[in-house]
């Protein structure tokens, strides 16, 4: 994340399921019953743009990307795109939006500026990208995540998770519910970041229950790794963290 948005964001908000500020513009996160949102959020806001060796594409803002590139690409409209981004901005925002076109006279992809209005205040295609990034940060991703991909080592990771490339948010929620006893209406309401912050201490304590008396009866041996225990710091790790090893590891 940017400097300057680091400085105004308040990961506290992220734990409670508050909402981040920019501009005097409230975003709130995306809740864990709203599937729909959740698609246009992964459609829209998660599309990797700095692998791609086109200095034109490069340089377009992240707005344009998805209007211009990404959308055409899938056979969609810039109508349709307009329309995706509208609904995802309006969510996170609670608030109503329209967009502003004015043909600049330049060429290539700066043949127009596109401007976005939030309760009669104008944004330009700027702000868009540090919106993205904001709501990117308060859903769990981050925007370094998103562009660190690589395709070959995309292909890599892929092989290495074969084995469960086909479990979906379903399938967390459905063991999240039975291990922890609780039923889904009890987690509706939870805010991406809480469930998956959740879902993870959960599955790290059960493996800390499963295996550390294994390991301290000497009935297993760890390769490589650790059994964290109870109380742990989360951190967000990079992309292709699994299937990398440090330099002494590989020597």
């Known amino acids: 994340m940017k400097s300057y948005l680091e400085n105004i964001y308040n990961q ?4 409670f399921g508050y909402s981040q500020m920019y501009k005097g513009l409230s975003l709130y996160p995306i809740m864990l019953k709203d599937t729909k949102i959740q698609s246009l959020f992964y459609k829209i806001l998660c ?10 594409i490069l340089k377009m803002s992240y707005l344009k990307f998805i209007l211009y590139v990404i959308y055409p690409n899938f056979n969609l409209d810039a109508d349709k795109a307009i329309k995706d981004i509208t609904e995802l901005l309006e969510y996170v925002t609670k ?5 502003i076109y004015t043909e600049t006279g ?6 127009v500026d596109i401007r976005f209005v939030i309760n009669g205040k104008e944004y330009n295609e700027l702000d868009f990208d540090n919106i993205r990034e904001i709501v990117l940060q308060q859903n769990n991703f981050s925007i370094e995540y998103i562009e660190e991909y690589t395709p070959d080592l995309e292909e890599v990771l892929s092989f290495n998770n074969r084995n469960s490339s086909d479990l ?22 939870y805010t991406l970041y809480q469930f998956k912050m959740s879902f993870e201490k959960m599955l790290t304590l059960k493996e800390f229950d499963l295996y550390k ?3 301290l009866h000497g009935d297993i041996t760890l390769k490589s790794g650790e059994i964290k225990p109870y109380l742990y710091h989360s951190t967000r790790g990079g992309r292709y963290d699994s299937i990398k090893i440090n330099l002494d590891t590989f020597k």
């Not at 599309?47 to 034109?56: L, N, R, V, W």
């Not at 608030?95 to 967009?99: A, M, N, Q």
């Not at 330049?106 to 043949?111: P, R, S």
């Not at 399938?171 to 006893?181: A, H, Q």
């Open 106 to 111: 330049k060429q290539g992809y700066d043949f």
């Open 47 to 56: 599309i990797p743009k700095q692998y791609i060796a086109d200095f034109q």
């Open 213 to 215: 008396p294994l390991l």
């Open 168 to 189: 979906t948010l379903q399938d967390e929620i459905f063991t999240f519910l039975v291990l922890m006893k609780m039923g889904i209406k009890d987690i509706e309401e």
């Open 95 to 99: 608030e109503k939006v329209s967009f």
């Open 12 to 15: 506290n908000n992220d734990i």
